[in-house]
């Protein structure tokens, strides 16, 4: 259970307890919500070895009630800075944990407690790498409707159709689907702009013999997915086709080569490798993937700059994508978790290019 997980981690650390805070900050916000699963927009919870408390106000008391029941409910009247203090006090906390992702305007009304504050620095992040199984469930969902709205779109998609207005169609089937939300933006990026890794979906018009590039998501009970696919709209150059060819094999042999226990590095070398030796290396400028679950992207880096080995649980993307100025881009990413001798696939949309034959 995750509680217990960050009662193990608060008495091995230097602090006497933690405070999450659900205030501003929607990334703190995730890490509030992942410990107590509290849906409301205004909460904080301060976590010790033995007890944890839920901060909220009267808007909200009946839905801590509910939804956070094994913490002490305290009721702020007034003043925050008094209501946690009274916690403070009551356990006496001499060093509070608090995260780093808060923004500074709150880091400094914190600083008028009468107890030290320490960085938790990534410690919620690093428990939130591995994902357990219910988890795994809603990640799964997210993939699923997302699989699902692409096949959807991709049906009726035809040369003159504007990205904007597929990445609308997108959305509205996501939603349709029963996804929570999406994300706010999506990649639709056709032609030219494919060589832009995140080219927003914008005004052109799709055209006939150009590869198109979708980097789309949705949350699904707070979960996301993180897909790409790249289709041809009619006949594409045999160039075109080629870097599609090289970019499949790079990402196939990165999902092959997935497990716990391989280093984040050595994982993007496994893609980098290959892209290199066809003769792309300059044009795969971005790492291979990163960490996915509450956010789109969290730890754990899969890249360059990650020679820790990845851990079992973890749910990465493997990404490898080419973008050549001019001419246009190519990228495919799956979500797959690690486990201890290989990696289980999210998504089910096919990775063969796909091309789209309309008049
Ligand atoms: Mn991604």
């Known amino acids: 259970?995750?509680?217990?997980?960050?009662?193990?981690?608060?008495?091995?650390?230097?602090?006497?307890?933690?405070?999450?805070?659900?205030?501003?900050?929607?990334?703190?916000?995730?890490?509030?919500?992942?410990?107590?699963?509290?849906?409301g927009s205004y909460g904080f919870a301060i976590i010790g070895e033995s007890f944890q408390y839920f901060l909220s106000d009267f808007r909200y008391r009946d839905?801590?009630?509910?939804?956070?029941?094994?913490?002490?409910?305290?009721?702020?009247e007034g003043s925050l800075l008094n209501a946690i203090e009274?916690?403070?006090?009551?356990?006496?906390?001499?060093?509070?944990?608090?995260?780093?992702?808060?923004?500074?305007?709150?880091?400094?009304?914190?600083?008028?407690?009468?107890?030290?504050?320490?960085?938790?620095?990534?410690?919620?992040?690093?428990?939130r790498i591995s994902k357990d199984e219910n988890e795994i469930k809603l990640l799964k969902k997210a993939c699923q409707i997302t699989d699902e709205a692409l096949e959807y779109v991709l049906d009726f998609l035809q040369p003159g159709m504007i990205e904007r207005d597929v990445e609308i169609l997108l959305k509205n089937?996501?939603?349709?689907?029963?996804?929570?939300?999406?994300?706010?933006?999506f990649i639709v990026a056709s032609g030219e702009r494919?060589?832009?890794p995140h080219g927003m979906a914008s005004d052109k018009a799709i055209k006939s013999g150009e590869l198109v590039t979708f980097d789309i998501g949705c949350f699904y009970k707070g979960y996301s997915s993180d897909m790409t696919r790249t289709v041809a709209m009619g006949e594409v150059s045999q160039e075109l086709k080629n870097i599609y060819s090289i970019v499949l094999?790079?990402?196939?042999?990165?999902?092959?080569?997935a497990k716990a226990g391989i280093t984040g590095k050595e994982l993007d070398s496994v893609c980098r490798d290959y892209i290199t030796k066809a003769?792309?290396?300059?044009?795969f400028k971005h790492g291979t993937g990163h960490g996915l679950g509450l956010d789109v992207h969290e730890a754990p880096r899969v890249s360059q700059a990650n020679d820790k080995p990845l851990e079992v649980g973890a749910c990465i993307t493997i990404e490898p994508g080419i973008y050549i100025t001019g001419l246009g881009g190519v990228r495919i990413e799956e979500d797959v978790?690690?486990?201890k001798d290989s990696c289980i696939i999210l998504n089910e949309f096919p990775k063969e290019l796909i091309t789209i034959n309309k008049n």
């Open 194 to 196: 494919g060589a832009m």
């Open 63 to 76: 839905q801590v009630k509910t939804e956070v029941p094994d913490f002490t409910f305290v009721e702020i």
């Open 86 to 127: 009274s916690v403070i006090k009551k356990e006496s906390i001499l060093k509070l944990g608090f995260d780093q992702k808060i923004r500074f305007s709150e880091y400094d009304m914190y600083r008028k407690l009468s107890c030290e504050l320490v960085s938790l620095d990534n410690t919620i992040e690093n428990i």
């Open 173 to 185: 089937k996501m939603i349709d689907l029963g996804a929570d939300s999406t994300w706010e933006r």
């Open 337 to 339: 978790i690690l486990t």
């Open 1 to 39: 259970m995750i509680l217990e997980k960050l009662k193990k981690v608060i008495s091995n650390n230097e602090y006497d307890a933690i405070l999450l805070s659900g205030m501003e900050n929607p990334k703190a916000a995730k890490n509030l919500y992942y410990v107590t699963k509290y849906t």
């Open 249 to 257: 094999e790079a990402q196939t042999r990165g999902v092959k080569a």
């Open 279 to 283: 003769g792309y290396g300059e044009y």
